[in-house]
């Protein structure tokens, strides 16, 4: 998990990633969003004694698209995919 400070309107900025849920998300599209408590769990998790007052927005992204049927083809090897 992240958290960073981001600027004036979007005061934190939190990325975690997670197992992946119950179906698969679209690449790069935005999946639905994460609820406040389901957040606020994840930050309790990492011991940051940090609470979550206002979600401004919040979604799930799929982040691997994994085209590559082998990564090995003699002395080549494909380094992220």
């Known amino acids: 998990m992240f ?5 004036e309107r979007a005061a934190w900025r939190l990325l975690a990633t997670r197992p992946v849920g119950p179906g698969p998300l679209p690449f790069g599209q935005l999946g639905p969003p994460v609820p406040a408590p389901e957040l606020q769990a994840l930050v309790d998790q990492a011991g940051m004694g940090a609470r979550i007052s206002g979600l401004a927005w919040s979604a799930r992204v799929g982040l691997q698209h ?16």
Do not use: D, Q
């Open 3 to 7: 958290l960073f400070r981001l600027g």
């Open 66 to 81: 994994r085209v590559a049927g082998r990564f090995r083809c003699g002395r080549l090897f494909l380094a992220g995919e």
